[in-house]
């Protein structure tokens, strides 16, 4: 048996949950199909996923399709969730974007194909709800080759009975000349061969090649086959299943390989265990084996794994073991976290495919819970999504949250109550800024001299770098002119002070380089025992570095910046004019419209901090026509008054406050 790991990929509300409930159903692994509106489906097994009718977690089910074994996995359409949807990307052998029939290609739909078509996902297309009223054919095909790919290919010429129950695909007969010139056309594009061969003969290609031709272009994600249906009434269900099994690539990889797999989920169990979902591409895992995994050969942890489970037939199973292309729950891997590397560590990609939230807000429990309570529950909820980033505030006594939107929001707030017995309340949501490097600044501050009090020499100089390279740590002192532990501590707290720059922001786009060091080697009195407060320690070091550290960043300076949004709008053309201050106030920045006939496309920059206002605003401008698409893109300085953000450390810009709380403690830390 070959597997094939399926995930079901659509803008909310396409039919998603559907189609897998159909696929379900049609492979006879449940005998009624669930519905969304209903709560009784498979894969929606949260509470809150029920009561909405909204996915919301990713979910597997297996079913068997003759020789293949497809693990189905369904995903959130709604975009709050695209965290969600990111780690399963990194595990699928191919996929399927749904797209309704009425609706046609929307927001979410472009995202995703371009993100599919960027790391090359093989992906058949889906067009659902041929049997609601309002469904087109014709159209909706040209939005897919104008908004998401030029090299779709319609695998059927109509749909007989649009929009009524009886809609029906119709399927090309063998042979049929519109289906050949079609895939001659999009195949001979791709392939200098079979354009040589169509050229040399002067003739049509055969349908057996053009077929063979079509399964190895979609399988490198070259060309997408579309097939319209209804997962209601199970028209074209038939075709999309043979499409699956004909076009799409089973997994690969070695049983007795080296063992290499990536975890895209974490759970807790009934008794709150630690479950990993782990993708394995090579290897198998046992019961009983001791399993490295971490984010690379320096950050690589062990651990034994005391269970399996593996998705068959509609549910997961126990099991002795886990090969390639199969999708395992292992148990017994405590400190496992989401996008660790199993076996092979250094194949964990800490690559984001989805840009990171770009929003947060502090929460609040209400009394009688405690925060310890809350940042618990939270610390719980972030092991299942690691984008929501926890930030404690010792000094307010407050945690927050980041988050994708408002609906991100109700989610949290729903799951605190209903799985841990907390109200919560969210404050106002604010925009997360980052800082970077106006310029170049040094400070250095020496042991046992001016108003240092630590027994601890440091320097340190702050440079630009390029955008998009994070944070780089460099030395110009000789590695071995202080214990590697005193080395580790200012790196470490270098890393740790970067978290919160002159305005509070994360630094980033930086290099630090450490151009002094000195220190004090382990002393006693004459005669006595081995005395600290005559000896640095690793404490020393980790109380001075964010005092220099935040001096040479002042004398470089820093400048905020702000999280763009690239924007689409489509509206009708005769109310761009009132639309255009709105966005000036908004601090957007259009490009030239594009006017084609009563419709007017905009495209441009916008602040992430006014896309809600304008999401709000939108419809009565444009008379509930106008649409709105849009993606983060970058981050750009800020203009006019710069945000602050509260400071949730000792705060070493004000050194007679940082040193108050800072007093070294003799014995409190050693080498």
Known sequence: ?????????????????????????????????????????????????????????????????????????????????????????????????????????QAQTRVLMRTLRRLCIPTLVFVNKTDRAGARYAQVLRDIAEKLTPHAVAMGPAVTGLGTRDARSVPYADGDPRLTGRLT???????????????????????????????????????????FGSAVTGAGIAALTGGIKELLPAAGGEADGPV??????????????????????????????????????????????????????????????????????????GDIRIGDAVGDTCAASGAHHFAPPTLESVVVPAPPASRGELHFALAQLAEQDPLINLRQDDVRKEV???????????????????????????????????EKPSGTGAACEIIDKDDNPFLATVGLRVDPAPPGSGVAYRLEVELGSMPYSLMRAVEETVVETLGQGLYGWRVTDCTVTMTHSGYWPRQSHSHAVFDKSMSSTAGDFRNLTPLVLMDALREAGTTVYEPMHRFRLELPADTLGPLLPVLAHLRAAPGAPSVQGALCVLEGGIPAASVHELQQ??????????????????????VGGVPERSRTDRNPLNRKEYLLHAVRRVGAQGD
């Not at 990929?9 to 159903?25: F, M, N, Q």
């Not at 002067?202 to 979609?218: F, H, I, M, Y």
């Not at 605003?617 to 649409?627: D, F, H, I, S």
């Open 400 to 434: 927050s949250v980041s988050l994708y939107g408002e609906v991100q929001k109700e989610v949290i707030q729903a799951t605190l109550a209903d799985e841990f017995g907390i109200d919560a309340a969210f404050r106002g949501t604010t925009t997360i800024c980052l």
């Open 617 to 638: 605003e939108l419809p009565a401008l444009t008379r509930g026509e106008g649409v709105l698409e849009y993606a983060f893109d970058s981050h750009r300085p800020v």
């Open 185 to 227: 056309d999009l195949l001979t594009e791709h392939d200098d061969a079979l354009l040589a061969a169509y050229v040399e003969n002067g003739e049509e290609l055969a349908p057996a090649r053009l077929r063979a031709e079509l399964a190895a272009q979609t399988r490198r994600a070259l060309v997408h086959p579309v097939y």
């Open 260 to 333: 290499s797999g990536t975890v895209f989920k974490v759970e807790r169990g009934r008794a709150g265990e630690k479950l990993a979902w782990v993708r394995m591409f090579s290897g198998t895992v046992r019961t009983r084996d001791r399993l490295a995994f971490g984010q690379g050969p320096d950050a690589a942890s062990e651990g034994k794994v005391t269970g399996i489970r593996v998705f068959a037939d509609g549910t997961d199973i126990d099991a002795a073991s886990a090969g390639p292309g199969r999708i395992a729950k292992l148990r017994g891997l």
């Open 1 to 105: 048996m070959h597997t094939l790991n399926l995930g079901i990929l659509a803008h909310v509300d396409a039919g998603k949950t559907s189609l897998t409930e159909r696929l379900l159903h049609t492979a006879g692994v449940i005998d009624e199909i669930g519905r969304v509106d209903d709560g009784n489906t498979q894969t929606d097994s949260l509470a809150l996923e029920r009561q909405r009718g909204i996915t919301i977690k990713s979910a597997v089910v297996s079913f068997a399709l003759d020789d293949v074994t497809v693990n189905l996995i369904d995903t959130p359409g709604h975009p709050d969730f695209i965290a969600e949807v990111e780690r399963v990307l990194s595990v699928l052998d191919g996929a399927v974007l749904v797209i309704s029939a009425v609706e046609g290609v």
